[in-house]
């Protein structure tokens, strides 16, 4: 098992580096660089050249992909000093630096990280909360009492929170909670840094509550539909395997049946979602972010492309790369629990 | 019994999916602290309300360091935070004193002397005590004084900086040398020195009649040397900057919110009554302005799909207000691309766009249909109407028929033509050009192709060195005002030699790199260095004339105008050159009390 765990974990290096590599050269191909252009204005090219300078973007590319990975002062050493470290340079990815960004000019990406991760993963892991909290029991429920009018009713409820973007219900939310009805604040989000543990509220009073029902609610809906729905339909497929007809056939009380035997099973399929899930809600959501004006992460991966602001993309990508190699992770673990006859070693 | 451990089991798988190597323990610190509430922070309720302003800068300032300014909204907190030698008069526009009290020109021109204010200090707010603390020097106040400028200046125009803006202190002696690197210049070679601790002169590479506005902006502010070079790059961080302006900065959390406070070691302290200022970081207009109607900002801007109904409903429409924006927005044609090489071509397609139909049906926001580049409140534009071809779709349709004639050509050859108007992908943008097609469509019979691009994929592609085939016949653009003055909008903007020349005038070669000069570019470059205002005027009115009406070189389609909503308790101004003094605002700080409690 340990054994299995490092194996994985030496794999996610390659994962990383190929991840790195495709993003560093893709963003890089798109036409006009971060500092072509202020506004509509044209730079100079002695200015362009001065910023390009200073953020080493004057490179050859393979040596800046060097600096990016190693540091500058690794590049200065191999180059025998033709590329020199200038102040503010990068130390490098392995050593945790991410650079500073093309954009914020007095912030590093790591900075940028630091701010806006964490409130991505406090809504994320709400929203995720609700999605699972709602979503698997409905569809536990939904398939025990299949073609039932209950059945129907989640279907419905499902199928309408899977097709309701969170851009409508989000609006929908603030018009009527807040301003209609003045029960909660319109937007922005209740908690600030410095976190605890670099990601927990300080304050978990009504000021964090009030401010974080409703991009919860509205991100995990949509959650919940689909994990209810996936939840149904897993589960009415291992009611009808051979074992469970035993099970019931040695005479086993119907609930052991349905919670020892077929609903560990029938997780499966959802577990398997949950990965890439957990990986996508918490690295933030553009569009619930934007509309409760939330300060997370979801705007840096979109945003990011229109400024050209290479480090930041490159920043948000390789964490988005590390949580969703990690989650996977997580989630091959957990079948072995799941369903015995999964073994790693 | 067996409820209670589905309840476990479905915990367990919650808690399964969830986590994960860097947090799966934090997930559970949450529960541990949500059941105690030992490390809950309560804010000490505070005894004195201050008269607090909420308002939304709508993006995360990407620096207040002024030396790297560029956007609008890090300019509008550098001018609370810093003071410039001047400033813009806000009703009329005009460059009035500010740390300069008095400056004097030489006779030639070239050399601008000003005489600054002994008694705005620098200061720096400690985050510690809450309180705005005097910089000292050996016990003394440190006040601002010409070093501080001259620093501030080569700062600015040092390459290490790499500021974008530094081209605009360009005009100054060597200033372009010392920044583009040339071999023999260093910092000291540039004409800016500070004779003593309260004079400060400018020595400019050739007369610059407009250079106080220039020595007023936010690149030319004194700047602390000792807070920058003990801080670096962060330096502009609460706690750590030092400033000398009318506002203090409390606390920047970064892409969320900002807090200002008044600084009350400025002279003018007394005279500011708002004493906080809550700036929120919202992007989304839409939300912004739900913040508005609930009373969560006391002014915002109105976002277009909102405009009917804020003109309709009896409180928004009362608190709604339309002022001009100093930029304009404009079709520029590609002059050496057939068949907009014609000077007829050109004619038709400008005379046949209905701008006041435009504004009024399309963009709705109160903008004023253009005739000529730079808008009202510009030193030398033209009155409005006076300058610029009128709409006369029958008189369009003969100047094109009339090259069809000579060309011998027909309407479909010409079409076969693709004649391409491209604009920057945007929803505005799309509806303004499907306007205009329509229209050509209508009153030419020529049908052209709408394109669109990603913002800094089209800037590229609309560059003058971009090959003539990739070059759309038609494209759109803005342009805003970095100091009020013509210089910056028909010369830097137009003028085939010295300007940027996107509209590819008097171009040698295809990619423009030679160019011949004519008497429009002839013009522009005279009346940036001619001294006498009433001159430069004429001058700037004739070239404006030509490049509008004779060569029909773009089309000016309309100068910005400003949608705001602004609550009945506050007192705010919408500067003719824009900005924003938030230490100029007032609050009736009972209205709104008893409006939001």
Not at chain 1, 315 to 324: A, K, M, S, W
Not at chain 2, 63 to 76: E, K, N, R
Not at chain 2, 102 to 126: A, C, K, M
Not at chain 2, 371 to 397: C, E, N, Q
């Amino acid at each position: 098992m340990t054994r299995y765990i490092i194996r994985r974990i030496l794999g996610f290096i390659p994962v990383m580096f190929a991840v790195a590599i495709f993003t560093f050269v893709l963003v890089r191909v798109i036409p006009g660089g971060p500092f072509d252009f202020v506004g509509d204005r044209a730079l100079p090219p002695s200015i362009v050249a001065n910023i390009e300078a200073k953020y080493h973007l004057d490179w050859p590319v393979h040596i800046q992909f060097i600096s990016y990975l190693l540091g500058d002062d690794v590049v200065e050493l191999l180059t025998g000093g033709e590329y020199e470290m200038t102040a503010g340079g990068s130390r490098g990815l392995i050593r945790g630096d991410l650079g500073p960004s093309l954009f914020y000019r007095s912030q590093s990406v790591n900075d940028i990280i630091k701010g806006s991760f964490p409130i991505s993963l406090q809504l994320g892991i709400l929203a995720l909360a609700i999605g699972i909290g709602i979503g698997i029991p409905a569809g536990i429920i939904a398939a025990l009492r299949q073609n039932s009018w209950v059945d129907y009713t989640a279907t419905f409820v499902a199928v309408l929170g899977v097709s309701i973007p969170s851009m409508v219900i989000g609006p929908v939310f603030i018009w009527l909670f807040a301003i209609r009805l003045g029960w909660l604040p319109v937007a922005t989000w209740g908690a600030k840094p410095p976190f605890i543990l670099g990601f927990i509220p300080r304050n978990l009073g009504w000021e964090f509550w009030s401010k974080a029902i409703m991009p919860s609610v509205a991100l995990g809906t949509g959650l919940s539909a689909y994990i209810a729905r996936l939840t149904r339909a897993s589960l009415l497929q291992v009611l009808r395997e051979d074992y469970i007809r035993t099970a019931r056939s040695k005479g086993l009380h119907e609930r052991v049946v349905i919670i020892v035997h077929a609903l560990k099973n029938s997780l499966i399929p959802v577990v398997t979602i949950m990965g890439p899930l957990f990986a996508a809600i918490v690295t933030g959501t553009f569009i619930v972010e934007q509309i409760f004006g939330i300060n997370g992460m979801g705007k840096h991966f979109v945003m990011s492309v229109g400024n050209r602001d290479y480090q930041i993309l490159m920043g948000v990508t390789l964490l988005y790369t590390l949580l969703l190699v990690g989650a996977n992770l997580i989630v091959d673990l957990t079948y072995a629990w799941l369903d015995p006859r999964i073994r790693f070693d | 019994m067996k409820a209670k451990r589905m309840t476990i089991l479905l915990g367990l798988l919650v808690m399964a999916g969830m986590v994960l190597s860097a947090c799966g323990q934090e997930v559970v610190t949450v529960t541990v602290i949500e059941g105690g509430e030992v490390i809950v922070v309560t804010a000490t309720p505070t005894v004195y309300d201050p008269v607090t302003l909420n308002l939304n800068l709508g993006t995360e300032p990407p620096t207040v360091d002024p030396a790297l300014s560029t956007d609008t909204t890090s300019v509008d907190l550098v001018a609370n935070l810093f003071m410039g030698l001047t400033r813009f008069d806000p009703v009329t526009g005009a460059v009035i004193p500010w740390l300069a009290e008095t400056w004097e020109v030489s006779d030639d021109g070239t050399i601008y002397t000003f005489h600054l204010r002994t008694d705005i200090p620098w200061v720096q707010y400690n985050t510690g005590t809450g309180e705005v603390d005097l910089v000292t020097v050996d016990g003394a106040t440190r006040y601002v004084n010409a070093y501080d400028v001259e620093y501030g200046t080569k700062r600015t125009i040092d390459p290490v900086t790499a500021s974008d803006y530094s081209y605009v202190l360009y005009i100054i002696k060597n200033a372009q040398a010392v920044n583009s690197g040339e071999e023999g210049f260093t910092l000291d070679d540039i004409g800016v020195t500070a004779l003593d601790a309260t004079t400060v002169q400018f020595e400019l590479e050739s007369p610059a009649g407009f250079f106080p506005a220039i020595a007023g902006m936010w690149i030319a502010n004194p700047t602390p040397e000792w807070v920058i070079t003990a801080a670096g790059e962060n330096w502009i961080e609460p706690g750590t900057m030092a400033t000398n302006g009318p506002l203090v900065m409390t606390e920047w959390v970064h892409g969320s919110e900002m807090t200002l406070i008044v600084n009350p070691h400025w002279p003018g302290a007394g005279d500011i009554q708002i004493e906080r200022y809550e700036l929120l970081m919202i992007q989304e207009a839409s939300t912004a302005f739900a913040l508005y109607e609930n009373n969560e900002l006391d002014s915002t801007g109105v976002p277009l799909p909102e405009m009917d109904r804020v003109k309709a409903d009896p409180v928004l429409s009362a608190e709604y207000v339309n002022y001009a924006d100093v930029c304009t927005y404009y079709y520029g044609f590609t002059n050496n691309k057939p068949p907009m090489d014609d000077v007829r071509v050109r004619k038709a397609f400008s005379m046949s766009v209905d701008k006041v139909s435009l504004v009024e049906n399309v963009l709705k926001g109160g903008q004023i249909p253009a005739g000529h580049f730079a808008p009202p409140g510009i030193f030398g534009t033209p009155a409005i109407g006076s300058v610029g071809l009128d709409y006369d779709p029958t008189a369009a349709a003969a100047l094109l028929q009339e090259y069809l004639d000579e060309m011998g050509i027909t309407i479909e050859d010409f079409n076969a033509m693709d004649v391409t108007l491209m604009h920057n992908t945007s929803e505005g943008h799309a509806m303004i050009a499907a306007a205009i097609q329509q229209m050509w469509l209508e009153n030419l019979g020529v049908e052209v192709r709408v394109e669109n691009q990603e913002w800094g994929v089209y800037l590229t592609t609309i560059q003058n060195d971009t090959p003539l085939a990739d070059m759309p016949h038609v494209w759109r653009l803005g342009w805003c005002a970095d100091y009020p003055d013509e210089n910056n909008w028909v010369h830097e903007v137009f003028n085939a030699d010295a300007g940027a020349n996107r509209l590819r005038r008097g171009c040698v070669d295809e990619v423009c790199a030679e160019v011949v000069t004519s008497r429009f570019d002839d013009l522009t470059a005279q009346a940036g260095v001619e001294a006498d205002p009433a001159t430069r005027i004429e001058l700037y009115f004739e070239a404006e004339q030509i490049l509008s009406e004779i060569e029909a070189a773009y089309i000016p389609i309309y100068f910005y105008a400003g949608n705001s909503v602004a609550k009945p308790w506050l007192t705010r101004d919408f500067p003719l050159l824009g900005g924003n003094n938030f230490f100029e605002w007032e609050i009736d700080w009972d209205a709104k009390t008893a409006a939001t409690r």
